[in-house]
């Protein structure tokens, strides 16, 4: 999210890459793998952390910059043996600026479930209602064919589910995707409360999702959602002061 001048400097997104991982490590979002890549404006390449970095430690001096091609042209280390994921991803998907590879257990579990599919419960979930698809292959995404065939199951949705394995997440910028991954974690647990009771699912309608959109105001909402983690950050210790990442 542009709101300051230079926000989009490498270094100003190095430090939101660290941040947002490290936010999500702490709510469990992410655990000992799975990783978040953020575009470099204007350039075909992101900024991904070291593929043996903690994802409860990151530092914005120790992110690297990989082209498209796979090659680390900026930082000294490798990079995830998954990152094929964002790069097809942001590649096929010009309007995706972050993306999260996560192994989340809900995730997970709704490609398990013979005749389930998650849905779009909780009025935030409006943001999938185009579709969640679920990828079929479950294995280690290494090569750029996978890459692609994973980005080809996404097409223009903001999420997909990865068999057996994990999910795809993307936004717009880095704050955007924090708040989408909270928002979908709510979500997925909303309806497996409502199977867990023994009740039928009841997914928003296409009416109510309608109206949940009109009233919608996403840049306000990601910044809110920005702001509140942030300051929580910076009170457990997980956001550094000098990153300097409060909005408004
Ligand atoms: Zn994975």
Redesign the pocket.
């Known amino acids: 999210m542009s709101m300051r001048t230079g926000s989009n400097s490498k270094q100003r997104l190095a430090a939101e890459l660290c941040a947002v991982t490290r936010m999500l490590e702490d709510m469990g979002i992410l655990q000992y793998?799975?990783h978040i890549a953020v575009r470099v404006p204007g350039e075909n390449a992101l900024m991904i952390q070291r593929r043996s970095d903690s994802r409860a430690e990151l530092e914005p001096e120790r992110i690297l910059t990989v082209d498209f091609d796979g090659h680390v042209i900026e930082g000294d280390g490798k990079p995830p043996s998954?990152t094929a994921i964002h790069i097809e991803t942001m590649r096929m998907r010009p309007d995706v600026n972050a993306s999260l590879?996560s192994?989340l257990d809900l995730a997970i579990a709704f490609t398990m479930m013979d005749n389930v599919q998650l849905v779009p419960m909780r009025a935030r979930a409006s943001r999938w209602a185009s579709g969640i698809p679920t990828h079929p292959d479950p294995s280690?995404?290494k090569y750029s064919e996978q890459g692609r065939a994973l980005a080809e199951t996404l097409g223009p949705h903001h999420v997909a589910l990865m068999r057996a394995?994990?999910l795809l997440l993307v936004a717009e910028s880095l704050p955007a995707l924090i708040s989408d991954a909270v928002h979908f974690e709510e979500n997925a647990k909303a309806q497996l409360q409502v199977m867990n009771a023994g009740a039928k699912v009841k997914a928003l309608t296409a009416a109510e999702i309608e109206q949940i959109l009109k009233m919608e105001d996403r840049p306000h909402h990601v910044m809110k959602m920005w702001n509140y983690y942030v300051r929580k950050g910076l009170a457990a210790g997980t956001v550094e002061k000098d990153w300097d990442l409060l909005e408004g």
């Open positions: 793998s799975g998954e590879h192994h280690h995404i394995h994990g």
